[in-house]
T-cell receptor, first 114, second 109 residues
Framework: GAGVSQSPRYKVAKRGQDVALRCDPI?????LFWYQQALGQGPEFLTY????????KSGLPSDRFFAERPEGSVSTLKIQRTQQEDSAVYLC????????????FGPGTRLTVT | KNEVEQSPQNLTAQEGEFITINCSYS?????LHWLQQHPGGGIVSLFM???GKKKHGRLIATINIQEKHSSLHITASHPRDSAVYIC???????????FGQGTTLQVKP
């Protein structure tokens, strides 16, 4: 596809369930970012990959959050034992990484924890 | 105090009005994004700029590096411009995007 895609678009989980959110970046993009956007707020940085290497995970709110990008393309954000405060839109963005600051965003996954 | 602040938070305009959304930042930046987010939709990058001014259709973005301030202008606003507009600064220190809280714009016919 031409853009960044994310799946699922919507996810409802019961508190305590594990969820996995997928991001397909633009083909060939080296850099991949995950952001969390709470209702009515701007996105906040979670983690960053350059190829398969997770270079920065300082934004992950707890050790229940885990992200991987094993082959340097598709990435998965996993949240274990979901809590209500995890309800948010999770955005993925990719960048060519070749000295470019421009990031291309996916449609997001809206997670609701009940 | 947030490192990137936008004003106003909410804005209602009549169709045809000239709109300005402001963004101030307190960190050193390499570039600044203006982004548009429709309800239920993803984020679209409108502009990325590091100096001066850019124009695309009815949208104009300006940045003053010395004053650490950027503005997004919409001329001849239309109801389809209704969306959340987000300013995001690319921190030269951390290499991360720092987002403003967004400005919710509603343009009434």
């Amino acid at each position: 596809g031409a853009g960044v895609s994310q799946s699922p678009r919507y996810k409802v989980a019961k508190r305590g369930q594990d969820v996995a959110l997928r991001c397909d970046p633009i083909s060939g993009h080296v850099s991949l970012f995950w952001y969390q956007q709470a209702l009515g707020q701007g996105p906040e940085f979670l983690t960053y990959f350059q190829n398969e290497a997770q270079l920065d995970k300082s934004g992950l709110p707890s050790d229940r959050f885990f992200a991987e990008r094993p082959e340097g393309s598709v990435s998965t954000l996993k949240i274990q034992r979901t809590q209500q405060e995890d309800s948010a839109v999770y955005l993925c963005a990719s960048s060519s990484g070749l000295g470019s600051y421009e990031q291309y965003f996916g449609p997001g996954t809206r997670l609701t924890v009940t | 105090k947030n490192e990137v602040e936008q004003s106003p938070q909410n804005l209602t305009a009549q169709e045809g009005e000239f709109i300005t959304i402001n963004c101030s930042y307190s960190v050193g930046i390499s570039a600044l994004h203006w982004l548009q987010q429709h309800p239920g939709g993803g984020i679209v990058s409108l502009f990325m700029l590091s100096s001066g001014k850019k124009k695309h259709g009815r949208l104009i973005a300006t940045i003053n590096i010395q004053e650490k301030h950027s503005s997004l202008h919409i001329t001849a606003s239309h109801p389809r411009d209704s969306a959340v507009y987000i300013c995001a600064a690319f921190s030269s220190n951390t290499g991360k995007l720092i987002f403003g809280q967004g400005t919710t714009l509603q343009v009434k016919p």
